[in-house]
């Protein structure tokens, strides 16, 4: 006997799933590549040193670099060489830096998409170690507050050369979170600027921070490859501060679609513009690079 046909939503939930794209945003190049079973707990807090060790799961590179140098700027120079699962770290006290090289299996025009992911598992970073009820938030696209302080922030680098139609070499995610606060001269200049310490989070320095980030992309980007990008854009999402009458959605090159509900008015914002000049640099490091 012939089975009956399935519903029509239960064939066309299957059309669906047979176009969903793959995950293709590595983490680790290929020869670095192994299971894991990562912990999300977080590592116990303590005074961090700059020549205190980073635990970092095995298929990491560590790269550590003198407190004058730029972390980000160093993992796009070295990423091709590198490859994925490359993270380079900056040794100070008062600013958590680091950044991660990425490989995008996906042309780079989606594959922007990645910086969501980075932007995700950093904030649930802080969250890790934040005190009950503190409030940590995103401004699209790209920075942190923390009870409306701005901490810190995120950045996404690919190479120059690379076509919106092609997959890029590779990916760079980095970070910058301030852990200690500035001196009065420079809050002066900045008012609105704030760090983790006079936010409460105890003495969660630099290396914490780190550590809790990398945890939290490898779950961000497993999630991804198991259910899709949308989980990752409700995260982000619901990280931003919320407007009345307003929606969000994440357009499939990354952009920022706000809806106003009950009109037809809709804004869009450009993510490749949104991150060539990140909103929160100055702030964060003063105005240059101590």
Not at 69 to 93: K, N, P, Q, W
Request: aromatic content about 8%; proline content about 7%.
């Amino acid at each position: 006997m012939r089975s009956p046909s399935p519903p029509e939503e239960v064939r066309e939930r299957r059309r669906a799933d047979s176009r969903r794209p793959s995950w293709s945003i590595k983490l680790f190049s290929q020869e670095k590549k192994r299971k894991l079973e990562v912990r999300l707990t977080p590592t116990a807090p303590g005074h961090s040193s700059v020549t205190e060790p980073i635990n970092l799961p095995p298929p990491f590179t560590l790269v550590r670099l003198r407190e004058s140098r730029d972390s980000f700027a160093h993992a796009m120079h070295i990423a091709e060489e590198s490859g994925a699962g490359t993270l380079t770290y900056v040794g100070r006290f008062d600013l958590a830096e680091f950044a991660v090289v990425l490989e995008p299996g996906e042309p780079l025009r989606t594959a922007r998409r990645a910086f969501y992911a980075g932007m995700v598992a950093l904030t649930d970073a802080l969250r890790a170690y934040a005190p009950p009820n503190k409030e940590i938030a995103i401004d699209w696209p790209d920075a942190i507050r923390v009870d409306g302080g701005l901490v810190g922030g995120g950045r996404l680098g690919w190479p120059s050369s690379a076509k919106e139609d092609e997959p890029p070499r590779w990916l760079v995610f980095g970070a910058m979170i301030r852990t200690v606060a500035m001196s009065d001269r420079e809050a002066g200049v900045y008012p609105l600027a704030s760090a983790l310490d006079q936010e409460g989070f105890g003495e969660a320095g630099a290396i914490q921070v780190t550590e809790s980030f990398v945890r939290h992309l490898m779950r961000a980007l497993d999630a991804w490859q198991a259910d899709g990008f949308d989980g990752i854009a409700r995260e982000f999402l619901s990280r931003l501060p919320r407007a009345r009458q307003t929606t969000y959605v994440i357009a499939d090159n990354g952009d920022l679609i706000a809806r106003r509900i009950g009109t037809n008015r809709t804004d869009r914002h450009d993510l490749k513009k949104g991150l060539l000049s990140p909103s929160w640099f100055g702030s964060i490091l003063g105005g240059q690079r101590l």
